[in-house]
Structures are given as C-alpha cells and as structure tokens.
C-alpha cells in the first residue's frame, strides 16, 4: 500500500471522526448522518490531489461542520 500524504491522513482522520460522532447520534438517525457525510466527502471527490488550497480549506470546512453537528442538540439530518 502506497503511503499516504499529510492531507490524505488529514482527510482519513476527519471522516472517521466524523463516524466516531455518528456513534453517539440516536439510532434512528444514524443512517441519515452516513449518508450525509458519505455525500459531502462524495461531492468533493474530483477535486485534484495537488490543489492543495482547495483540500485544506475543505478540511476546514468539514472541521466546523462536524462541531456544530456533535452538538448534543443536533438529533437528526436531513
């Protein structure tokens, strides 16, 4: 297996973040959680691996969107 860049293990490292939280999620609504979380990391696919400033401010992104979705209030997704 090929090793992996710094933002190829920061990019791993937020989506399985992101399930760890769908852990804590009640579990009616877990399968909407993976399947938004699927799509946003799907939606950002084509993005090339050397666009470095698209990567990370994606990487941004993705951080604050899981914050404000670990909330305890945040019991669903549509």
Not at 14 to 34: G, Q
Not at 46 to 69: H, N, S, V
Request: net charge positive.
């Amino acid at each position: 297996m090929a090793r992996l860049s710094g933002l190829q293990r920061d990019v791993l490292s937020l989506y399985r973040k992101c399930l760890r939280e769908i852990r804590k999620k009640p579990v009616e609504s877990r399968d909407n959680f993976k399947a938004y979380t699927r799509a946003e990391f799907q939606k950002n696919i084509f993005i090339g691996k050397k666009d470095f400033t698209a990567i990370e401010y994606f990487l941004r992104k993705g951080q604050r969107q899981l914050e404000m979705y670990s909330s305890p209030g945040i019991r669903n997704i549509r």
